[in-house]
């Protein structure tokens, strides 16, 4: 008897085992149409600088529209994209759709070069790419967009592998007038070391820190010192997942103004991003 449970056990385990390979590899294979279906979208969730209101720049983050399942969180996602190597090519997708986008934003006069930021997410692996640098030049010259509104958002995952490779493809793209926000600022393995040899413009509190800030101590501790550190390596600093102005007043108590968060509005689809600009323009 405990000898047939044991083995009914065994066989459930295998055939869940199997379950999860073959979900897998359904996923990447349904990634991988996905492109070429353009099942794939952005939204843009604007960046405010809480003094004035206004919308200094906007993160474009990925979207799947899967046919049957419905959205699908790039959380998820994300993951298979990097590990079965998709996201060069889903990477290179978001880059070149984000910058035609926002470079016609400014045609339109719905943004200015000067106050406003694009983000884009850049994956380790998409980074690691021996002509990433070429890449990212080919979609300045092709879009047209001025390059100093270029941020890219890295995380310390980046460096796992060679930091002084990392190092040298950040100071020639920094050459370019690209810049750098280090995202999901506190949650990494080793955050000062690299911090103190990454040429980074800009810390992005994780929101992990921003939701509990104003009941939970630590939380409100860890965003101090984000705060103190910023200030004195002279980086920028926005602070994401803001959804209550409590939220919001601590961080302007600490000096952190930039935020980004569903208190101001979600991500959302090219139109509404547009519409939301053109709201804020009159
Ligand atoms: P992330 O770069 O840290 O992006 C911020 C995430 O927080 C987004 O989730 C955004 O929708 C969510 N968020 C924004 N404001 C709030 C808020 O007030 N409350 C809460 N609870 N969440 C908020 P999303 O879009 O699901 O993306 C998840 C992650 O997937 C991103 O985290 C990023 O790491 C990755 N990702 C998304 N798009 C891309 C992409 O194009 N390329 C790469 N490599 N990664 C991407
Ligand atoms: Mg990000
Ligand atoms: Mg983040
Ligand atoms: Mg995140």
């Known amino acids: 008897r405990a000898k047939d449970s044991g083995r009914n056990a065994i066989q459930l385990f295998r055939s869940t085992m199997q379950d999860a390979v073959s979900a897998r590899l359904r996923l990447e294979n349904d990634l991988r149409l996905a492109l070429a279906r353009g099942e794939f979208e952005l939204h843009f969730q604007p960046q405010v600088d809480a003094r004035d209101g206004q919308v200094v720049g906007a993160e474009a983050l990925l979207r799947w529209q899967h046919p049957q399942h419905g959205p699908q969180s790039p959380a998820q996602f ?25 470079a016609r934003l400014l045609a339109d006069e719905l ?30 010259r092709t879009s047209q967009l001025p390059h100093a509104m270029l941020k890219l958002e890295i995380t310390e995952g980046i460096v796992i592998q060679n930091i002084d490779d990392t190092v040298g493809k950040m100071l020639r793209l920094k050459k370019h007038g690209v810049s750098f926000a280090m995202d999901d600022f506190g949650t990494g393995y080793s955050s000062l070391t690299y911090l103190k040899r990454l040429p980074v413009d800009m810390l992005k509190i994780d929101q992990s820190f921003v939701r509990d800030a104003t009941s939970d101590p630590n939380d409100a501790g860890i965003i101090r010192a984000i705060v103190a550190m910023a200030r004195s390596l002279g980086l920028g600093l926005i602070a994401e997942g803001v959804e209550q102005q409590e939220q919001l007043d601590f961080l302007q108590a600490q000096d952190c103004h ?16 547009r519409a939301l600009l053109g709201q804020h323009r009159s």
Do not use: M
């Open 258 to 273: 930039l935020y980004q968060g569903y208190l101001f509005s979600k991500p959302v689809p090219e139109d509404a991003f």
């Open 111 to 140: 943004i200015d070069a000067e106050r406003f930021s694009l983000c884009v997410n850049i994956s380790p692996r998409q980074f690691r790419q021996h002509d990433f640098v070429e890449r990212v030049a080919g979609c300045l």
């Open 78 to 102: 994300i993951q298979v994209l990097e590990e079965s190597g998709l996201i060069i090519e889903v990477g290179g997708w978001v880059l070149t759709e984000a910058c035609h986008l926002c």
